[in-house]
């Protein structure tokens, strides 16, 4: 596992193991907080292993144990209760917390497992393992990237500094809302995987075409013999028409909400922060970008999902957007795109399609419905419960529970996973050194922490006063 061990296989074993769903109103309990550091070191684990190189006992553990249903159900339940219960709680009047801390760990319980999902997704077993719950996943992605591409048509995500909110729940809503952003990017890449596993050479020969006179290029017909694991057809359905994924993906590709420009610089969401863009390198593909085209090549060019695929005016019109995007630069970076210019070169021939109205019988998602079906019209119930027994702490307990975060969130293991060396939070130069009073911001030197203050310390001052309140 490399120089740098979390955890010993035996260790990682056990808690894989313990895994289990919880009830909504169990969120923040002493058992779901022991759960949630459990999560943390698996995760930081398996970016470890995948780090060194050195195997993936993580993910194939989750794979033996049967454990991926079950982070999909979590996954989906902190979901909801972010949508359903943490409202509630921020309308309490009552409610005015000392330490936020406890209710952002279930905030950040979302991210911590979408993120063991993409890190394990990577291996087209896991999607095999995921069972029926492939399909809620499929769900959460698509409400995910739904509201990805809303935010960039309303100016892009949330600013991280300069908060204007004043009370400590305010200033929480403003931390979930930046969080969500990086969710959604991480569910990007988790649908990206999902796509990959879908059957795309069985059938070349004997299907055609969906586009008349469209034959594959020599990219796709040299994998003609490589078996992939298939997606259920169920799950090519939900993806395709219900809800018409390869048009979500091309309003990503024209909104881009991962670049923006600043201050007259182009800059990229990578590595969990905005990074200024250098001229010499915006030609270069974006790891997000790439996620999209990889996805859109998985589900255009696949037989089993061309066969589904009704190319509608609708559909025809959006896909044929792709060709002002597919330049020779581009094809540079990824010469499998040649084939999805030649599809697209026929498509744009050819007459759209009318809507299909075959019967067809097929599995739906079932974790959110039932979750809310159990849980409807107790939100407010479910929201006073934790504000008495879990969101209130003593400042005993709160010490108690500081000391083992302290111990789950090493800061040698945080360097560690981290993806990339450091960048100066003013210049964007590699950086070696940290302020000192929050230890959140890196600079090359002194001079670009003295220039970058009046900025940062707007954060850096409440952040230090919060972590010695732990």
């Known amino acids: 596992m490399g120089d740098l061990e979390l955890l010993l296989p035996g260790e990682a074993d056990v808690l894989v193991r313990g895994l289990r ?31 060194a190189s050195q195997g993936e006992p993580i993910q194939e553990l989750l794979v033996t144990h049967g454990k991926i249903p079950t982070l999909v159900e979590e996954l989906i339940a902190v979901e909801m209760w972010k949508q359903k219960v943490f409202p509630v709680l921020c309308r309490l009047e009552d409610f005015k917390p000392q330490n936020t801390f406890p209710i ?38 698509h409400r995910k990237l739904t509201l990805l591409v809303a935010q960039s048509g309303h100016g892009g995500p949330p600013e991280e500094e300069e908060s204007q909110y004043g009370t400590p729940m305010q200033e929480l809503q403003k931390q979930a809302e930046l969080m969500e952003f990086e969710i959604a990017l991480k569910a990007l890449s988790v649908l990206r995987y999902i796509t990959d596993c879908v059957d795309r050479w ?162 739906i998602p079932e974790i959110w419905e039932r979750l809310e079906r159990e849980n409807r019209g107790k939100w407010q119930a479910i929201a006073k419960h934790q504000l008495r027994h879990v969101f209130s702490p003593s400042e005993q307990e709160l010490r108690l529970q ?23 939070a003013y210049c964007n130069a590699e950086a070696s050194k940290r302020c000192s009073r929050c230890q959140n911001e890196w600079y090359c030197c002194r001079e670009c922490q003295v220039k970058h203050w009046e900025k940062h310390g707007k954060a850096c001052v409440p952040a230090a006063q919060d972590d010695r309140a732990k």
């Open 21 to 51: 769903s919880f009830q909504l109103r169990e969120m923040g309990s002493g058992g779901w907080n022991q759960q949630h550091e459990n999560l943390e070191k698996l995760n930081m684990q398996a970016i470890l292993d995948a780090t």
């Open 104 to 141: 952002y760990m279930v905030l950040h319980h979302e991210a911590s497992i979408i993120n063991l999902l993409e890190t394990a997704f990577f291996h087209k077993e896991v999607c095999e393992s995921a069972e029926d719950t492939i399909l809620d996943l499929v769900d959460y992605c």
């Open 202 to 363: 069985a059938v070349l020969l004997s299907m055609g075409p969906a586009v008349e006179g469209w034959e594959p290029g020599p990219v796709a017909s040299a994998h003609l013999s490589i078996p992939v694991p298939s997606l259920s057809l169920s799950t090519l359905s939900r993806m395709l028409s219900t809800h018409n994924l390869p048009c979500l993906l091309v309003e990503l590709l024209e909104h881009s909400p991962w670049s923006r420009q600043e201050g007259g610089k182009l800059q990229q969401f990578e590595s969990g922060r905005w990074q200024t863009v250098f001229p010499s390198e915006q030609q270069k593909l974006s790891k997000l970008d790439g996620q999209v085209w990889i996805a859109l090549y998985n589900l255009l060019l696949s037989p089993e999902a061309r066969a589904r695929y009704c190319l509608t005016s609708f559909a025809r019109g959006q896909l044929l957007k792709l060709r002002a995007f597919l330049t020779d630069t581009l094809l540079d970076q990824l010469p499998n795109l040649a084939d999805l210019q030649g599809f697209l070169a026929h498509l744009a021939l050819t007459e759209a399609q009318p809507p299909k109205k075959d019967l067809v019988l097929e599995q």
């Open 402 to 424: 500081a000391r083992r975060w302290a111990e789950t969130y090493r800061l040698d293991v945080l360097e560690a996973v981290a993806p990339e060396q450091p960048r100066c």
